[in-house]
């Protein structure tokens, strides 16, 4: 495996359904990300961990609880969601934030998620 | 606080240069990025310019900034199917991780 996956790739939930969305890197990075991509609306970042310790919430409502239990991985609890919750879920992945250079971000090919 | 603006469409005939245009509005921005999503993919990072240049070639692209008007352009030469895509720019400043995206241009090409 290569780059940054993201398993599942596509999730029907009822809202009353707990689900998780995984996220892996294998760039051997430090800093992970999660975004939600909804239809004509700017990707709007929702999490940021770094050396698995979180960075940056970015006013996300709780009933989407991240975990980063290694610099490698990165879950997305999803607990009560509600159907404009409905979207494509993104990671992302960067060396360290700071360092000279772009610092580009990896993204993973998402996660479709439709809340029923 | 930071805002990235983009238009949500463009169609180019195959063969003829594409222009997607973008304005931001953080004057403090430092990194400039062009993203390229295609259908059912996450977002590939095609080219990032840093604010202290004006331009930046990279075979068939082009990035163009005007640091005074807040302006970016990605043009692609000689545009081809497989360029058909959503074009998302994105800016951040240096020592901050968080990216700013705008709404991403969906570039259909004409045969």
């Known amino acids: 495996e290569t780059g940054v996956t993201q398993t599942p790739r596509h999730l029907v939930m009822g809202m009353t359904n707990k689900k998780s969305l995984k996220c892996e890197q294998h760039?051997?990075?430090?800093?992970m990300y999660w975004y939600k991509q909804s239809a004509k609306k700017p990707l709007e970042l929702m999490f940021v961990y770094n050396f698995k310790e979180q960075t940056e919430n970015n006013s996300v409502p709780s009933r989407f609880s991240p975990e980063c239990p290694n610099s490698s991985h990165l879950f997305l609890h999803l607990h009560t969601l509600q159907p404009e919750d409905s979207a494509l879920y993104l990671c992302?992945?960067?060396?360290?934030?700071?360092?000279?250079?772009?610092?580009?971000?990896?993204f993973g090919p998402g996660t479709r998620l439709t809340v029923l | 606080g930071e805002d990235v603006e983009q238009s949500l469409f463009l169609s180019v005939r195959e063969g003829d240069s594409s222009v997607i245009n973008c304005t931001y509005t953080?004057?403090?921005?430092?990194?400039l990025y062009w993203y390229k999503q295609e259908p059912g993919a996450g977002l590939q990072l095609l080219t990032y310019?840093?604010?202290?240049?004006d331009m930046k070639q990279d075979q068939r692209l082009t990035v163009l900034l005007n640091k005074k008007d807040k302006h970016l352009s990605l043009r692609i030469a000689d545009t081809q199917t497989g360029d058909s895509a959503i074009y998302f720019c994105?800016?951040?400043?240096?020592?901050?991780?968080?990216?700013?995206f705008g709404t991403g241009t969906r570039l259909t090409i004409i045969p």
């Open positions: 953080d004057s403090s921005s430092t990194y």
């Open positions: 992302a992945s960067s060396e360290a934030p700071g360092l000279a250079g772009g610092n580009e971000q990896f």
């Open positions: 760039l051997g990075h430090n800093a």
């Open positions: 994105a800016e951040r400043n240096f020592g901050n991780e968080k990216l700013t």
């Open positions: 310019i840093f604010s202290n240049m």
